[in-house]
């Protein structure tokens, strides 16, 4: 299938996070002035598609790039398909960073459009990984997809679940799409177009496309989101409530009277293009406005008003219910035992998760047990606990490539484990670590894995990562700081701030800082109500935003440069450096 290309462009590959090469259109400037738009296809379709669109647009001066995504187009994976949806949402960011690093451009300089499927996926990027771009633009998102099949949802779980993978054939035919029959034509010949997608990434769409609409609330950047007056594909409402719930001061609701799912390809597309080049053209032309400061978001705002309706959660009588459910019966499953005795936020919990292996008085304490450990939290965790291994081990290796020193210190170790087991997986890199924690248990269970790995250089010691003396005057100067698991139980920023501003002290410029981030959590009002922390206290936690999260990092003197997020968005990993002031 060929398209006119009035607008030449220039054909390319970049490495995505985990190495495969993904495909993408340019249409380079003709007045180069280091901005870029961004274009990311619906489902089904491919770069190609956006030619007419970028004709149209005729932006002489700012570069225009769109992307095959992973199994569609020219790029590598199989067709509509992918293990799950977080893969296609770090791709985002891998591609983001190609665009910034090989082309120049800045982050802040970028506006994104992304439509229907992409336009879910380009949200969670937004709210998971904070990104500072210009703006952002939503086409048709596909929060929920209309299936017209009753209870197709609960039904394609059964049959992922006990049937493996599989596809569902799109019900949408090209007249559905659009009004405009060659348009239509061309859709239906397209041979690059796959009709199909895989059965697991429609229900992590589905479920995504919840999650974005029920914290929109953490996106604040510019909006633009233009929804079809006659969508057959999509839920408006479902639209609407995610508009009302964004937190951008500046954003702009369009619904097109009478326009099927394909916007862009519609009869009277010109008013999409009209619409959307006055929305670049005005965000381009002032100044990039920083939102309002995130740094008192404990005392108000978005999360502190959650977190006080949290605090309601344990006089509920479901909460009362299931606090004597797990206090009676629930003491047959091993991990339900050790939290109640230890707290479910204590580090004795934390490495049995790791474990991952279901104990419990009786069969039916051990199915409870497997329960407990398969709920999506600690699920979470346990990637968390990947990604935090992964990032460490490479900021290791590369200050080794680099000459520098490895000192390692963390705050807050816990048991220890992830540090440990790392050091122990890299004996021929010299390396000391001092590890820190104010809970006597866990220094014991940590210098018990010390011994067992038989690792020198490796103090553990008892220590408050508040306390921000205690980071001054250390030798050697620990050149990777790690924050782990720790400002998550914290609600207050002064807190946080303490404990990065030690780090900030401690750590030299260019040395690097590894923290996580809890920007999300399906069962905030559970473990509210129901599970309790190390303290013997009802465990009631303020979600920080990535974005609040970054801030309070970058205000203590560090840069991020990468970040790694489980594929529910709950538990993030980040690298920063620790910069020149």
Known sequence: MSYAEPKPSVEATFPSHDGAELHY????AEEPTGRALLLFHRGHEHSGRWHGTVDALNLTDVDVFAWDARGHGASPGERGSAEHIGILICDVDAFVRHIRDAHGIAVEEMIVVAHSVGAVIVAAWVH????PIRALVL????????LYVPLAIPMLRLKQRFLGPSYVKSYVKARMLTHDGEQARRYAQDPEIFREIAVNLLLDLYDTGARLVADAGAIRVPLLLLSAGADWVVDNEVQRQFFERVSSADKTWRVLPGFHHAIFHEKDRHLVVDQLREFITRLFAQPRVEPRSLRDADRGGYTKT???????APGSLPAKVLRLAFGTVGRLSGGIALGLKRGFDSGETLDYVYRNRPEGLTALGRLMDRAYLDSPGWSGIRIRRQHLEAMLRGAIEEQHAAGTPVHILDAACGGGRYVLETLAALREIPATALLRDYKPQNIQIAERLRIELALEGVQIVQGNAFDRASFTGLEPRPT????SGLLELFPENEAARTCLGGFADAIEPGGLLLYTGQPWHPQLRFIAGVLGNREGEPWVMRRRTQEE?????????FEK????VDPWGIFTVSRARRVAR
């Open 25 to 28: 259109r340019h249409w380079p």
């Open 128 to 131: 998971d990984f904070a990104p």
């Open 139 to 146: 086409a048709t998102p596909a929060f929920k997809v209309r």
């Open 306 to 312: 959650e977190h006080f309706d949290l605090l309601s």
């Open 480 to 483: 990777i700081g790690i924050v």
């Open 549 to 557: 999260m970054d801030e309070l990092v970058r205000e203590a003197g």
């Open 561 to 564: 440069e990468a970040q790694a």
